[in-house]
């Protein structure tokens, strides 16, 4: 079932869970995501960034298989299609495209041009029935060739962009997309307990959901986050899966080069790493 995000970051808020945003690169990806919530009864966000839309042919190919899939499969738990970390045009083509929810990063830009573009795209989401995620402090690491150090969002600020009226608020804590490198200090808790003192009942957002360590994830959770990102660990055990079988020479016995036999186990692997991760955040049996 096709919704925003906004009712069900307020049910996560309130219950101290968290929904997985895990993002879709392709066909198998997203049925390996809305099979895996179906079964553990869970709402989900299948995020897109704009590198994959392209990839996947334009928003409108993605926006179009992901509906008609959800209708084939039968998905009857809350289901939000999402964009990640969106730029203002790029938010503009998937409000057309008939995505569900939107995520406009203004981090790059200064605060006031952040309030304003915010401002705008909150009107025109909400108008629209859409729910819409913001940013405040960049998220370290790499994401379609944007690279950030990663920088701690500053509460006031984190404060002024929650009062705009945003569903869900992503704001940096030390956090950093891609594997974690191994001097990492860890998430600031200092800086999220401010923050969640600033914002109340807004749910927010971590980014970078790859390689933190459970207990800081559950940490996390229970100062205020209500959704976690979650996009290289998937990538990863997809590659792992797919080199396995083909170093076992399974492509080579039968017809084991079909795709639907070449990409099964990496999918699997992505079945297996989604129900990890909703079992960890909580959100398993709440739809
Ligand atoms: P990871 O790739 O580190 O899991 O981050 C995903 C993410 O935050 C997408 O917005």
């Not at 990806?29 to 392209?54: D, H, N, Q, R, Y």
């Not at 990663?150 to 992503?170: F, K, S, T």
């Not at 974690?180 to 927010?204: C, S």
């Not at 957002?205 to 990102?229: E, F, Q, R, W, Y």
């Amino acid at each position: 079932m096709l919704v925003n995000a906004a009712e069900m970051l307020k049910e996560a808020k309130k219950g101290h869970y968290a929904v997985g945003h895990f993002n879709i690169n392709n066909l198998e990806w997203t049925k390996s995501i809305l099979l895996t919530a179906e079964e553990l009864k869970s709402p989900v966000i299948l995020g897109v960034s704009e590198g994959a839309g392209k990839y996947m042919a334009g928003f409108d190919t993605v926006a179009a298989m992901v509906k008609a899939m959800d209708k084939s499969l039968g998905i009857t738990v809350p289901v939000a299609l999402h964009l990640d970390h969106g730029t203002y045009e790029g938010c503009y083509k998937c409000i057309k495209a008939g995505f569900t929810s939107i995520m406009y990063d203004g981090s790059h830009d200064d605060i006031e041009t952040n309030v304003n573009h915010t401002k705008e795209l909150v009107a025109i989401a909400h108008h629209l029935g859409l729910s819409i995620e913001a940013e405040v402090g960049g998220i370290g690491g790499e994401e379609d060739g944007v690279v950030s150090m990663g920088e701690c969002a500053d509460p006031e600020e984190c404060e002024r962009i929650a009062n705009l009226g945003v569903d869900m608020l992503a704001a940096g804590i030390g956090n950093i997309h891609g594997v974690y490198p191994e001097n990492w200090p860890g998430l600031r808790f200092d800086v999220l307990d401010a923050i969640q003192q600033k914002t109340g009942d807004m749910p927010l957002v971590l980014h970078g959901g790859t390689g933190i360590p459970d207990d800081m994830v559950k940490k996390a959770i229970t100062l205020g986050v209500s959704k976690v990102n979650v996009n290289t660990e998937c990538q990863l055990v997809f590659a792992e899966a797919t080199r396995k079988y083909i170093e076992a020479g399974k492509d080579k016995e039968g017809k084991g080069f079909d795709p639907r036999k070449l990409l099964a186990p990496g999918a699997e692997a992505i079945k297996g790493k989604v129900k990890e991760k909703m079992e960890l955040f909580g959100s398993v049996g709440k739809a």
